[in-house]
């Protein structure tokens, strides 16, 4: 699976059944903890929705702000586990 694909899936997955507005457009260097659009409970789904969709496990701790308030950090973690 590559990189703009990946992307894609993130990006709506956020959008339509995180911050529940499927017409947000969310861009690839935007805060969403930092900036209000997730909690720490929707990064705990986020990381459900990872290991579903990709196959891909990400321990509670990378689940952080720190390492996954951008969808370039996300991309990023997932393609690192993917690349392996």
Same mark, same amino acid.
């Given at each position: 699976? $590559?990189?703009? +694909? %990946?992307? &894609?899936?993130?990006?709506? *997955? %956020?959008? @339509?059944?995180?911050? @529940? $507005? #499927? =017409?947000?457009?969310?861009?690839? $260097?935007? #805060?969403?903890? +930092? #900036? #209000?659009?997730?909690?720490? /409970?929707?990064?705990?789904? *986020?990381? !459900? /929705? !990872? =290991?579903? =969709? /990709?196959? !891909?496990?990400?321990? $509670?701790?990378?689940? +952080? !702000? ?6 370039? &950090?996300?991309?990023? @973690? %997932?393609? &690192?586990?993917?690349?392996?």
């Amino acid at each position: 699976m $590559d990189e703009k +694909t %990946i992307r &894609q899936k993130i990006r709506t *997955f %956020i959008t @339509r059944e995180l911050i @529940r $507005d #499927g =017409e947000y457009d969310l861009a690839d $260097d935007e #805060g969403i903890i +930092t #900036g #209000g659009l997730m909690d720490s /409970f929707a990064l705990a789904e *986020f990381g !459900v /929705f !990872v =290991e579903d =969709e /990709f196959n !891909v496990y990400i321990p $509670d701790a990378d689940l +952080t !702000v720190a390492k996954m308030d951008t969808l370039d &950090q996300m991309v990023a @973690r %997932i393609l &690192q586990d993917l690349n392996e």
